[in-house]
Structure formats: C-alpha cells, structure tokens
C-alpha cells in the first residue's frame, strides 16, 4: 500500500496513474463525507469506473466521529462493493488540541495526536455496532493499528465489562480490521500486533514522504519473521484483501 499524505494537487496525475498503468497502481477513493450518500456514490463511481479497491477518510468531518449513524451509508455501500475503508489521522478537534496539546504542538500530529483521534475512531466504530449491522465491512488503520493492538486486551477486558455487545472487542478488532506498517517501524510493536491480530492482518506501507521508502523496506527485512509471515506482509495480504 502506497500511502501518501499530500495534497489532493496530485490527484490527477495519481489517477492517471492507475488508469494508464492498472496492473501496477490502484487507487483509493476521497469521498466527501459531509454528505454521507453523495459519498457512498462517489465510493460506486470510483469502484465500478476506475477500479478503485476502497477509500480513505481522513479524521473528523466538521468535528463529528465517523461512527455517527448518518455516516453509515458509507459503511453500507463499502460492504456491498466489498472494499475496505481506511481511516486514517487528520488533525485533532479544536477543543482537545486546545485543552491537550496547545503547550506541546509537537504532540499534536504523528507523535500522539494523530494516534489517539484514530484509535478513537476505531473504537467507536466497534461500539456503535456498525459491525452488526454491516457484518462484512472492513476497515484499514495505518501505524500498527495506531497502538490498538497493543491495548487489545485492555480495551477488550473493560469496555465488554461495562458495555453489552454482541461479541467480545477483541473479535470484532480482530474480524473487521487489517493494519499497516506506515510510519511505525519498531519490530517490538510489529511482533506485538501479530501476537495480537495475527500476521494475516498486517499489511506494508510506507507513509511517504513522512518516512522513506528505504527504511520501511529495511524494517520488514530485518523483522524477525519467517519467509512466508515476510511475503504475507510485503504483498500476499494486501492482495487478498484489495483483490490485486
């Protein structure tokens, strides 16, 4: 997965890209969330006429977490297409960055804000029972899985304590959701996210240009994994998830 974070000055070109050369490029749609059927329209469009194996949404729409039930056609459409969405960082909402993060702006972004407004986002997804109800959908989260495989068991221990659903939080994160390497190349936190998930989960990606191409590269070949784990990250999954 190519992941790059700029801006959409690019988006032209990309599609050209994919269109000219589709056995090597795919793309992901960018759908305008704010009107949540015009964006399960555009999700169709991109599919049907490009061949586009999912979309990306990036944070809040106007302050509002993507679990709300009016977002949901998004979810719906995602599922009969059967491509995945994935939810990836955008800046925090203006009330927590001031309350949090205004005395360490360094905090805001990639080095905590970014993870746990996505990580929220996730778990409120499991929460708000999307899943029930869209039993096939599939979700994509970048860096490691923004430190949810890590609090798996913390997450799955208290929320099925203190709120009923229909299946343990461990079993929807671990049915719903597949991860990226992205911008977080620790091998500690890959080897915990497949204990955790397990290595069918675990896809690799770069986040450039925030990370360089060489060293995401360097990280899965010097991860301690088998040959076939390695092949499954390097490619095999993203393959059989994104249909390639």
């Known amino acids: 997965i190519y992941q790059c974070d700029w801006s959409s000055d690019v988006c032209s070109s990309d599609l050209e890209a994919v269109l000219t050369h589709p056995t090597r490029f795919a793309g992901f749609a960018m759908l305008p969330t704010p009107d949540p059927k015009a964006a399960a329209e555009e999700l169709e469009r991109t599919v049907t006429q490009y061949g586009f194996k999912g979309a990306m949404i990036h944070g809040l729409t106007h302050g509002a977490f993507c679990d709300e039930k009016r977002f949901w056609p998004i979810f719906e459409r995602a599922q009969a297409l059967d491509v995945p969405i994935y939810i990836h960082p955008a800046i925090p909402h203006k009330a927590v960055i001031e309350a949090y993060y205004k005395d360490y702006p360094a905090l805001i972004r990639g080095a905590w804000g970014f993870t746990v407004e996505t990580a929220t986002q996730g778990i409120r997804l499991i929460m708000s029972g999307v899943f029930d109800a869209y039993p096939r959908l599939k979700i994509i989260m970048g860096h490691l899985g923004e430190s949810l495989p890590f609090n798996l068991w913390r997450c799955d221990k208290i929320i099925n304590r203190d709120v009923p659903m229909a299946r343990p939080f461990r079993d929807y994160f671990c049915d719903h959701f597949w991860i990226t390497t992205s911008g977080n190349f620790s091998h500690p936190a890959l080897l915990c996210s497949v204990m955790e998930m397990g290595v069918d989960r675990i896809m ?16 899965v070949d010097g991860a301690p994994l088998s040959k076939e784990d390695r092949l499954k990250i390097l490619g095999g999954n993203a393959a059989k998830l994104l249909k390639l």
């Open 204 to 219: 690799f990606s770069i986040d450039w240009p925030y990370s360089s191409n060489v060293e995401g590269r360097e990280f």
